[in-house]
């Protein structure tokens, strides 16, 4: 499945009838205790990157939640240290990406705020994925939200291979960080979000 099909699955038809009561941002707090134990129990440092992902609307209105959004986060970077940038990939998605290499836990805030602006302004349909960056020993993980389903769910592509998943290490995630984390139990929904050609990720 390529990074097309994945936010296909994730924001389509059937993402939309198998979707759960609705997530929550808040959820994403979660990360900020996660990542300590991604890095004590695993050997997982934060790269000081996440990003997210959210679908177009052809509105003023959308336009201008936009605006704010970037706005905000812009006059916060003095203050956090967070620095925001949008990208629009190659099939028409739009992700907000937060670079932060001194504090984790500003790139959960601000990436909270980010979140929880849109579905305030009525477009929480809109958002698809939020994703945490990780490394560690040469090895790349990613913690995945889905805002569809409300749960996170960890995506291990293989260094230089690809499009090929560590599922091992997928699995030893999921079993660390469940009950931590609210992890998805169906990992038929475990949607991998590769990128289009080249880079680590989607937005690169």
């Not at 091992?168 to 475990?190: I, M, N, P, R």
Request: glycine content about 10%; charged content about 25%.
């Amino acid at each position: 499945m390529g990074l097309l099909d994945g936010l296909r699955s994730i924001f389509g038809t059937r993402a939309e009838s198998d979707a759960t009561s609705g997530a929550d941002p808040d959820d994403l707090f979660g990360m900020s205790t996660a990542y300590l134990t991604m890095a004590a129990d695993l050997g997982y440092e934060p790269t000081g990157h996440a990003a997210l992902c959210f679908a177009e609307v052809d509105s003023h209105e959308f336009a201008g939640t936009v605006s704010d959004v970037r706005a905000i986060l812009s006059a916060g970077e003095a203050e956090t240290g967070t620095v925001s940038r949008f990208v629009d990939d190659d099939h028409g998605y739009r992700w907000v990406v937060f670079e932060d290499e001194d504090d984790f836990e500003d790139l959960v805030t601000n990436l909270n705020f980010a979140s929880d602006t849109f579905i305030e302004e009525g477009y929480g349909s809109r958002l698809l994925a939020a994703v945490f960056a990780f490394e560690g020993r040469g090895q790349p993980a990613d913690w995945i939200y889905s805002f569809r389903r409300g749960t996170f769910y960890p995506f291990a592509p293989k260094p230089d291979a690809s499009h090929e998943r560590d599922n091992q290490l997928e699995l030893k995630l999921s079993s660390v960080l469940d009950g931590e984390l609210e992890v998805e139990d169906d990992k038929e929904y475990w949607y991998p979000l590769w990128p289009s050609e080249g880079g680590r990720h989607p937005w690169e």
